[in-house]
């Protein structure tokens, strides 16, 4: 289950790297690699960095 303020921001498993997945506009979901590891404190980065993605997604269709 993804939490709540991650709307439209996945996070999936490539390898031994993690991705974040979502769509900016009208494009098809794209994988956006994040720099982080397939570890505990991998995990824990991307989820961080995903909820600033979906923030600024947030404010970028707010904006438009």
Do not use: H, W
Request: charged content about 20%; aromatic content about 8%; overall charge positive.
């Amino acid at each position: 289950m993804v939490p709540s303020f991650l709307n439209g921001v996945s996070i999936r498993r490539n390898r031994n790297t993690i991705n974040l997945q979502f769509k900016i506009g009208d494009s098809l979901r794209k994988q956006y690699g994040c720099n982080c590891t397939f570890t505990l404190d991998g995990m824990v980065s991307a989820l961080s960095k995903a909820q600033k993605v979906s923030e600024a997604l947030k404010s970028f269709t707010q904006n438009n």
